[in-house]
C-alpha cells in the first residue's frame, strides 16, 4: 500500500511545482498539503483527491498541452517530444487516481478482517 500513496503524494506534488512555475502560491501550497489527506482514513476524503486529480488531468494538464503545443507550432519548433511527455503525465496522473482505488480496497478488507469473528 506504501507505493500507492508515493504515487498519489508524486501526482499532487507535480501539479504543485507546475503552480509554482507560474508564481499561484496559494494553489502551490494547497497542492502540496492535499495529499496529508490520505492520513485520514475516511472513503470520502480518498475520493474527493481522486476527483480533484481527475478534474486536474484535463483542466490543468490537457489545457497546458494545448497551449504549449500552439505556442510551438506558431514559434515552428519540434512538439511531438512534448505531447508525448504531457501524455505521459496525464496517464501518471490517472494511475495516480487508480492507486487511490486499491488504498480503499486495502481499507475495506483491513476493517473486515479486524471485525471478523474467526480472528
Not at 489527506?37 to 486529480?53: A, E, P, T, Y
Not at 488531468?57 to 519548433?77: D, L, N, S
Not at 481499507?107 to 469473528?117: E, G, L, Y
Amino acid at each position: 500500500m506504501w507505493w500507492r500513496t508515493i504515487w498519489i503524494i508524486a501526482a499532487y506534488w507535480l501539479l504543485s511545482a507546475h503552480f509554482l512555475r507560474y508564481d499561484q502560491v496559494y494553489l502551490t501550497g494547497i497542492f502540496a498539503l492535499a495529499p496529508l489527506g490520505i492520513l485520514l482514513k475516511h472513503s470520502l476524503v480518498m475520493r474527493l483527491l481522486q476527483v480533484v486529480l481527475f478534474v486536474c488531468i484535463f483542466a490543468v494538464w490537457g489545457v497546458t498541452t494545448v497551449e504549449t503545443i500552439q505556442m510551438r507550432i506558431a514559434q515552428e519548433v519540434p512538439w511531438i517530444r512534448l505531447a508525448a511527455i504531457m501524455g505521459g503525465v496525464m496517464i501518471f496522473t490517472l494511475g495516480s487516481i487508480l492507486c487511490g482505488n486499491g488504498i480503499l480496497r486495502l481499507r475495506i478488507q483491513n476493517a473486515r478482517w479486524r471485525t471478523s469473528p474467526i480472528r
